[in-house]
T-cell receptor, first 112, second 112 residues
């Protein structure tokens, strides 16, 4: 069965203080690893898809990386508007058609 | 382009009542899913569909029914509401395998 564990559960940063969020996963044949951002009262918003170890994607202050066991979401010089819950999800080749396995998320707070 | 639209945004029910949560997408996506999100339990799959006329159960299907008569619409029915079904419900759609999901903004449901 696919599993996703995210750490830390919560992260508080000062504005400009760079850090990383971790997503450890187990899956039988990775079809895709997905990062989402969720703001309070909203649905998750897609950020990145990673398909194979060594792949990297960037968007503004965010950079996602992937190994065979984990993914990192690096946040460089964060701003208060980066405060949100970040979710990681995986789909495997042996996963049934409708299912993505989500982690519990990391709640990021960036103080000005 | 509205994406995924969920109605209502909020609902309060009494135990034993039934209701339908509506979900519509305008992206012509074949895959649609219903999740519930509870504190400490992440996103859990209720039911999903891989195309019009095709539905299947997810992790927590008991007490819920779905149907998919058109590509656009995927309603979720609560048959006889119970307090354990108090949650935030998200509908999502995606274009195909290995593709990211697009979420609605959720329905916040309270069962008294």
């Amino acid at each position: 069965e696919d599993q996703v564990t995210q750490s830390p559960e919560a992260l508080r940063l000062q504005e400009g203080e760079s850090s990383s969020l971790n997503c450890s996963y187990t899956v039988s044949g990775l079809r895709g690893l997905f990062w989402y951002r969720q703001d309070p009262g909203k649905g998750p918003e897609f950020l990145f898809t990673l398909y194979s170890a060594g792949e990297e994607k960037e968007k503004e202050r965010l950079k996602a990386t992937l190994t065979k066991k984990e993914s990192f979401l690096h946040i460089t010089a964060p701003k208060p508007e980066d405060s949100a819950t970040y979710l990681c999800a995986v789909r495997g080749y042996n996963t049934n058609a409708g299912k993505s396995t989500f982690g519990d998320g990391t709640t990021l707070t960036v103080k000005p | 382009n509205a994406g995924v639209t969920q109605t209502p945004k909020f609902q309060v029910l009494k135990t034993g009542q039934s209701m339908t949560l509506q979900c519509a997408q305008d992206m012509n996506h074949e895959y649609m899913s219903w999740y519930r999100q509870d504190p400490g339990m992440g996103l859990r799959l209720i039911h999903y569909s891989v195309g019009a006329g095709i539905t299947d159960q997810g992790e927590v299907p008991n007490g819920y029914n779905v149907s998919r008569s058109t590509t656009e619409d995927f309603p979720l029915r609560l048959l006889s509401a119970a307090p354990s079904q108090t949650s935030v419900y998200f509908c999502a759609s995606r274009r195909g395998e290995g593709q990211p999901q697009h979420f609605g903004d959720g329905t916040r449901l309270s069962i008294l």
